[in-house]
């Protein structure tokens, strides 16, 4: 049975958990470039942004805020497109996905779904939250023929950019205080590139709790910067 956006999104986050309130580096060797696979911003078309916020109270109990994850979105998607853009990169051609017909817009619709879910696993994969057995993004492969969709774009990557941003209560700030505790993770920006040639990832880049409030237009233009800095 597949599980809900929100479903998902709360099992992630259950799984973070481990290094989120124990430990301060957690970290794996997940090699985050296929070395014989080079990356063309002008053969890539970049995914809508995907954005998710909560806020976690003493008892680690989370809520969903879907307004400020709405606001993240805008700012940090105005700003992916900008940068990337800059790089060669171009929006994804919606003329001609509806001109392919509703293969290609089911193709894409697999491509943004799939994306998001496996930029989440390379994330928790690199910082040690969850162990897959995994040792290259490469291992992320997505099997259908995504031939139909890079033929109708004209491009040969796709950018997936995702990012979630947990706040912390007042009660929880100040009762952490009291017991020496921190929490960890609570920011996680991943931007990868699938090769639609083999529906597999082939390049990531990720950043962890490095931001203040992502609604501001500065801090969404830093974090993209650091996302894609190497793309």
């Not at 990337?84 to 392919?100: H, M, N, S, Y």
């Not at 040690?128 to 290259?136: D, E, K, T, V």
């Not at 031939?147 to 990557?157: K, N, S």
């Not at 007042?170 to 020496?180: E, H, L, S, W």
Request: proline share 3%; with cysteine.
């Amino acid at each position: 049975m597949e599980l809900s956006r929100t479903q998902a999104a709360a099992r992630w986050l259950l799984v973070l958990s481990a290094c989120t309130t124990a430990m301060t580096g957690c970290g794996s060797g997940l090699k985050m470039r296929v070395p014989d696979v080079k990356v063309i911003p002008a053969r890539t078309i970049f995914l809508p942004v995907s954005t998710r916020a909560y806020e976690l109270d003493f008892g680690d109990n989370r809520t969903e805020e879907a307004e400020r994850a709405g606001e993240m979105e805008k700012r940090i998607g105005v700003e992916v497109e900008r940068q990337a853009r800059a790089k060669g990169a171009l929006p994804v051609p919606t003329d001609r996905i509806r001109g392919c017909g509703s293969r290609c817009v089911s193709l894409l619709a697999t491509l943004i779904n799939w994306g998001e879910t496996a930029a989440k696993e390379i994330a928790a994969s690199k910082y040690g939250a969850i162990n897959l057995g995994r040792s290259s993004v490469a291992e992320w492969q997505n099997k259908r023929d995504f031939g139909p969709l890079r033929q109708a774009v004209d491009a040969d990557f796709a950018l997936v950019v995702y990012v979630r941003d947990t706040r912390e209560t007042d009660g929880r700030a100040i009762g952490n205080a009291f017991i020496g505790r921190s929490t960890h993770f609570k920011q996680v920006g991943v931007a990868c590139a699938v090769e639609l040639l083999s529906g597999r990832m082939v390049w990531c880049a990720s950043v962890v709790d490095q931001w203040d409030d992502l609604t501001s237009p500065d801090e969404a233009r830093r974090a993209v910067q650091e996302l894609l800095a190497e793309f």
